[in-house]
């Protein structure tokens, strides 16, 4: 097995780093405090109070309120809860809102709503710019009266773009209709505030900062229609079945400790360990090219196409110094066309295959940035040597 | 992460015969960078025809790049003959296998050699011949026969893995199943299947949109202070944006799809939809 210590991890966006303040807090749960938090006795009843506690700090960090917090086991379930909830609960709404970016969790379900649920459906998928940015008053024009629900995605996890989901809850509000944000990659990135804002259902997963996979949240405003997805028990006060997976929710709900304090560090240190990446590799391989908004993005994202090569033999050189990241190159994606995110912006085709994704996180440190910019040039300049399709005057 | 042989991963990390020969014998170059993976190949003869060098340039991912390499070691030495007879399977078994997803990369060296070798024949590339199947790769019928054939493909999806028909849009697939039922029973009915109606690649659809779009479309919305302008073409789908004059006129819709739309369909493909970019 690879140690992590050898490991030089650019791949955040995929998944993070169990923190080891989060695992302490974890094995007991999984060693001696194995009580049913739904069970009658003291021994169960003990392991409730971590379950509380944890809510607690996950509803901290989102400016929401406890009861508002229903936890799920990844983002796609929490995605899922949210979308069908809307739909069920306005069976005369058959339109949905969503963009051509999504996350697949979204994508392909609203791409599959007809098969799903028996019932036709209309989708506006909103498209970008080159940027990757959204048109407002497109989306305006797009809200209507038979709209269940609109799903926008907080940041997008190739690009690192950020959409104005603050001004795009309000329109929706306004019109009444019902707001799904998918907020996987923000939370813990971005500050969150969800008192000062319309959005109604909202998605984070564990993984993705810092916490144990297999957990994730939905937050539901107080008030808001809902029909849960998973029905069983009476756990998360009959809004989801099941047992609830208690270590990892302790483990987020310290993860979510640890992410408010770390935010400010985020937005500096990462993030200048980010522009001095990015601007490292523009500046030294020619013919590269940065996707997505200059500034309106995740401060831990850099998506750099390197023109002429494919993605994942870059990977594959990569991998050989032990550096991780990733490619919304075909070969990647286990599908055969390359990152649906690169295609809407208007990525042409000999930049779509050869972009790779660098995310970082609070645990990267100078050395690994240099050690990149190092590696990255010779490992281009060999495929290109190899490239049909490279001229060395162009 | 694929699960690459040692062989592979030796080829890639370090190919043979990386580059291009000057005034070869033979040229094939096939792919694109559309598809995501391309090949050149090239090659010299002597004087009693056996293949004396072999050089590749490959645009494309691990086992693309560990196949090209490959090959050229295997042809090195062979005449046109024997070199004709190298299937994808040979320069799969050579590199102890590939991860089943990637055996088009193996059949992309044997189709650069096959185009090779006819360059240099002065001969047409058969399997170009056919009729475009997927649209979203350029595959054509006879490519596909041809790999459920050689390669004994039972499902829909091998013939993806194969020959990446069907790995796009997903519109070919019903397509791909009547020819692959048709091929498995040595059907008679192959003669009937083809006789469709030209397919497009998606590319060609682009071009000729635009095209159309410019010589027939445009001037007639330009006269009242309108344009057009092509977003999109997802299979059949089509998204325009309408610009100046237009994004004003209540008529717009109406100019969409009995314009724009019967104007396409005309010069174009008559099964496109003409959609506005929203």
Known sequence: MMRPENVVYMDNNATTRVAPEVLEVMLPYLQDYYGNPSSMHRFGGQVEAAVTEARKKVATLLGADPEEIVFTSCGTES??????????????KRHIVTTRVEHPAVKNLCENLDTLTGHKHRVTRLMVDADGMLDLQKYEEALADDTAIVSVMWANNETGVIFPIEEMARMARARGILFHTDAVQAVGKIPINLK???????????HKLHGPKGVGVLYVRRGTPFVPFLVGGHQEKGRRGGTENVASIVGLGRACELAAVNMAEENSRVKALRDKLEQGLLASIPHSILNGHKTDRLPNTSNISFEYVEGEAILLHMDQYNICASSGSACTSGSLEPSHVLRAMGVPFTAAHGSIRYSLSIYNTEEEIDFVMEKMPPIIAGLRQMSPFWKADA | MWEYTNKVQQHFLHPKNVGEIENPD???????????????????????????????????????????????????????????????????????GLPKEKMHCSVMGREALE?????????????????????????????????????SLRSVEEITNFTKAGGGCGKCIDRLREILVATVHQGADIKKVVEKPKRMTTLQKIKKIEEALEREIRPGLRKDGGDIELVDVDGDFVTVSLRGACTS??????TLKEYVEKKLRELVLDSLIVEESK
Do not use: H, W
């Open chain 1, 79 to 92: 995605d899922s809860t949210a979308i069908f909830s809307a739909l069920q609960s306005f069976p005369d």
């Open chain 1, 196 to 206: 000062e804002l319309d959005v109604d259902f909202l998605s984070l997963s564990g």
């Open chain 2, 26 to 96: 033979g040229t094939g170059d096939v792919g694109s960078l559309a598809c995501g993976d391309a090949l050149k190949l090239t090659f010299k003869l002597d004087e009693k025809g056996v293949i004396t060098d072999a050089k590749f340039k490959t645009f494309g991912c691990a086992s693309a790049i560990a196949s090209s390499s490959v090959l050229t070691e295997m042809i090195i030495g062979m005449n046109l003959d024997e070199a004709a007879k190298v299937t994808n399977e040979d320069i799969a078994n050579r590199l102890g």
């Open chain 2, 115 to 151: 185009a090779a070798i006819a360059n240099y024949r002065g001969l047409k590339i058969p399997m170009a011949e056919g009729e475009v199947v997927c649209e979203c790769f350029g595959v054509t019928d006879l490519e596909v026969i041809r790999a459920i054939k050689e390669s």
């Open chain 2, 249 to 254: 006129c209540a008529k717009s819709q109406t």
